[in-house]
């Protein structure tokens, strides 16, 4: 008899450490759940964010150059150059794969690539001078 009374006893005296480490793993493991939602919403603002910022170079140098081809004039070759370059750069851009090692600093190859292409053509060459938000939510130019 004594034995089942230790076993009680035991039974009541670890419960504070049984129930400590069952709500350590249930709140590990809603706290993995949830942090996985919250990453996976942080990576597809993110990454549309920086989708459109692509495109728009990539519409900014095709537009360009389909307004300077025709011109033969020195400086209008230079700026179809850098143009081109541009272009190269944004086409060879990863767009398929979401591990990209390296995604930060061929993002700041296409940046510097745009501001030296903006200073050839004497316009402004900040971003978001271009994009702006309307009242209804959606994107004009």
């Known amino acids: 008899m004594a034995h089942k009374s230790e076993d009680l006893f035991d039974c009541i005296l670890m419960a504070d450490d049984r129930f400590h480490g069952e709500g350590y793993r249930e709140g590990f ?3 993995t759940r949830q942090g996985m939602i ?5 990576g ?3 990454g549309a964010k920086l989708s459109m910022e692509v495109s728009f170079y990539y519409g900014f140098g095709i537009t360009w150059k389909c307004l300077l081809q ?3 004039d ?6 179809l150059k850098a143009l081109e370059s541009l272009l190269g750069l944004i086409q060879k851009f990863p767009h398929e794969e979401p591990h990209y090692e390296n995604l930060q600093e061929d993002m700041e190859k296409v940046r510097a690539k745009f501001r030296q292409v903006c200073s050839l053509l004497n316009v402004p060459t900040d971003f978001s001078d271009y994009v702006k938000t309307g009242g209804s939510g959606g994107i004009s130019f």
Not at 74 to 79: E, G, L, T
Request: hydrophobic share 10%; no cysteine.
């Open 29 to 31: 493991d809603e706290g």
């Open 38 to 42: 919250d990453g996976r919403k942080h």
């Open 44 to 46: 597809a603002s993110h």
């Open 70 to 72: 025709n011109n033969t």
């Open 74 to 79: 020195v400086k209008s070759r230079k700026r």
